[in-house]
Nanobody
């Protein structure tokens, strides 16, 4: 089906920036959305951002709006999450997710394909 592989996580100081990548491979869809979720121990997986592959329309969680930017390079089958003005509470494992559905929402169950996750740690 579809395989997703995240990369780009690491350690960054509060106020700094980091860019995550999500490389997609496998079958193609006439409609596809890529999203980013994040999760910390003891908390539910949290929606971060979503992008429609065709056209590039975006949607963000309120917690990251204005700081994070989701984008994609269709020629490389790769999505990105640019994270600026990072805060301590942004620390989490970040997961890339994909869905061929018509406007998937913000629930993990809305997405069919998942990457393995990449750790982002924000220090003071």
């Amino acid at each position: 089906q579809v395989q997703l592989v995240e990369s780009g996580g690491g350690l960054v100081q509060a106020g700094g920036s980091l860019r995550l990548s999500c490389a997609a491979s496998g079958r193609t869809f006439s409609r596809f959305f890529m999203a980013w979720f994040r999760q910390t121990p003891g908390k539910e997986r949290e929606f971060v951002a979503r992008i429609k592959w065709s056209g590039g329309s975006t949607y963000y969680a309120d917690s990251v709006k204005g700081r994070f930017t989701i984008s994609r390079d269709t020629s490389k089958n790769t999505g990105y999450l640019q994270m600026n003005s990072l805060k301590l509470e942004d620390t989490a494992v970040y997961y890339c997710a994909g869905s061929p559905s018509y406007y998937p929402g913000t629930y993990s169950s809305d997405y069919d394909y998942w990457g393995q996750g990449t750790q982002v740690t924000v220090s003071s």
